[in-house]
């Protein structure tokens, strides 16, 4: 086995579980946050669609996700154990494709959630009857977006730096 293939085996893995495992796990904390935090009795604005539509979706995302990292997972593991490596070309290499292919069928779930995001926020835009806000719009300053105390401490540091170059270089 050479090397280049343990290497493929590790950030193949990698990619399986950070996109199939780690990053749907926290968009389902993230959801149920959400949906334990502003209850549709409080905020029901937020919620166009009965509550138990949102639950259903969540399990639903839930499963798709797992499905989809135990398909990953099985691929990896006939990559490793099934496939006879050398009648691969390029000395045994594995193909780009499989990851890449993988990655695709990885998008899936994510990408039907963010377009039935697109469509319940559409719903929340549609069912909000309430009047045109007025803001009064003002300049927007430096010291409204950073620190003052940290963009002196930033300047100061500059300065700092400039002299010590200086006094390193003998002005």
């Not at 069928?105 to 697109?118: G, T």
């Not at 620190?147 to 270089?169: M, W």
Request: charged residues 20%; glycine residues 4%; contains cysteine.
């Amino acid at each position: 086995m050479a090397w280049s293939n343990n290497i493929f085996y590790i950030i193949f893995l990698s990619q399986i579980l950070l996109l199939s495992y780690f990053l749907p796990r926290k968009l389902l904390g993230r959801m149920r946050h959400v949906l334990e935090t502003y209850p549709p009795a409080e905020y029901p604005k937020l919620y166009p669609r009965p509550v138990e539509h949102y639950r259903i979706a969540h399990w639903a995302f839930k499963i798709a996700c797992r499905c989809v990292l135990a398909l990953g997972l099985v691929l990896l593991f006939s990559i490793m154990f099934l496939v006879d490596h050398s009648t691969f070309a390029d000395d045994g290499f594995i193909s780009e494709a499989f990851p890449a292919a993988y990655g695709l069928i990885q998008f899936l779930p994510l990408m039907v959630l963010e377009l039935s995001e697109f469509s319940h926020l559409k719903l929340m835009r549609k069912t909000n009857t309430s009047p045109k806000r007025r803001a009064d719009l003002h300049r927007r300053r430096l010291g409204d977006a950073v620190s003052p105390k940290l963009l002196g401490l930033a300047l100061f540091l500059l300065l700092a730096c400039i002299a010590y170059d200086f006094y390193v270089h003998d002005f």
